[in-house]
């Protein structure tokens, strides 16, 4: 039996609670193959810092060291807690850029996937989404303007004043572009590189990387477009796209725009991988506004399972059941109050009987031979 340690960053706010759904989740992968998962516990975060004075204690780094793959809920509380924590010491800060910086988790992938069936989550018209939205945003995650060098002070006018480095050389292009261009060519064999080389010296250094990495991958047809343009393509037209790569700043702004052409963050799961280990977590914030009310959708951190799965452990087709049955509780008419109104057409149901009706769907499936 294979054996793989996990560590378990459950977070703060509706982290614990979504958390829960997807450990239901892997007791079930458990089960139905030859597999054991050691979760491993750790604090991180907000609440890491007030009940062990940092926000990614020693012990925390320990277990993930230890691990074969972490799994992260999401962390951050509302402005008002936020304020009693050091400025460095803040959750995005403390933990989780250090966390990125600590394995080199360069590769961000975020699944932008709305099937037709889903279509009644989307802000977008019918005819735009059509049969669906499939794309998957590639965002190199360890460079760029999040972990420039930074600078606050008084100039000699007695102004206070910032200053934020924003940095790249061409080897951590290289490595993610590589990344996007493999993932284009298991595709459709269509790249769409996302810059702003009109402005940013970075992205002219980054296409002139681009032409020289292009020429590995023949196949692949590269599609240049503008950052301001992708966004505005992103509401229009979202189907002519498949694979997208950025860099940063720009993939944390667009995920989220994308995110929002789904109708919710709730609805996308991501990884984030490093030539030795990868996290895996969902792309919204951890809503303290709705922690403890057990109305949060646990799709995005089931989802970031069934990438776990693929990504790490190789379990394609199990990966692809997990995935399968999530879609089918939605398209059997349930969703959960924080992604769907009342009114709206669905039958509510709570976050622990989402997670509940997962595990069903996926019990009901054939075992993956092998």
């Not at 007791?27 to 491993?40: A, P």
Request: net charge negative; charged share 25%; hydrophobic share 40%.
């Amino acid at each position: 039996m294979k054996s793989y340690k996990l560590a378990i960053l459950a977070g703060d706010g509706i982290g614990p609670e979504i958390t829960r759904e997807a450990v239901k989740v892997l007791k079930l992968i458990e089960q139905r193959n030859d597999i054991r998962f050691e979760l491993l516990d750790a604090p991180f975060g907000g609440h890491a810092y007030f009940e062990h004075g940092h926000s990614f204690p020693e012990q925390t780094k320990a277990i993930c060291d230890a691990a074969d793959a972490i799994i992260k809920g999401p962390i951050g509380l509302s402005y008002e807690e936020s304020q009693k924590i050091p400025v460095d010491e803040q959750p995005e800060r403390g933990a989780l850029l250090p966390l990125r910086a600590r394995y080199q988790t360069y590769a961000n992938f975020r699944p932008v996937s709305l099937p037709k069936s889903l279509a009644h989550f989307s802000p977008l018209k019918p005819e735009i989404v059509g049969d669906g939205i499939d794309i998957v945003i590639v965002r190199e995650l360890v460079g760029g303007l999040y972990f420039g060098h930074k600078e606050v002070g008084v100039n000699q006018q007695g102004r206070r004043y910032v200053r934020e480095t924003l940095e790249y050389d061409e080897e951590q292009i290289s490595r993610i572009l590589h990344v996007a261009f493999k993932l284009a060519q298991r595709r459709k064999k269509v790249l769409h590189n996302i810059h702003k080389s009109n402005v940013l010296k970075s992205s002219v250094l980054w296409n002139e990387v681009l032409a020289e990495v292009a020429q590995d991958y023949p196949d692949v047809k590269v599609v240049q477009m503008l950052v301001d343009a992708a966004a505005t393509h992103l509401c229009l037209n979202p189907r002519q796209f498949d694979v997208m790569v950025m860099e940063n700043m720009f993939g944390d702004i667009l995920s989220d725009q994308a995110g929002g052409i789904l109708g919710s963050l709730g609805l996308m799961p991501s990884a984030c991988l490093g030539p030795d280990k990868a996290y895996y977590e969902p792309s919204h914030g951890s809503a303290p506004d709705i922690a403890g009310q057990n109305i949060a959708n646990p799709y995005s951190m089931i989802g970031s399972v069934a990438m776990m799965l693929e990504n790490s452990f190789g379990m394609f087709e199990e990966a692809r059941n997990v995935w399968d049955a999530m879609q089918g509780v939605f398209a059997d008419g349930y969703s959960t109050p924080d992604l769907s109104k009342p009114g709206a057409g669905v039958k509510m149901i709570s976050t622990d009987a989402f997670g509940d009706r997962v595990v069903e769907k996926l019990k009901a499936m054939p075992r993956v031979a092998g």
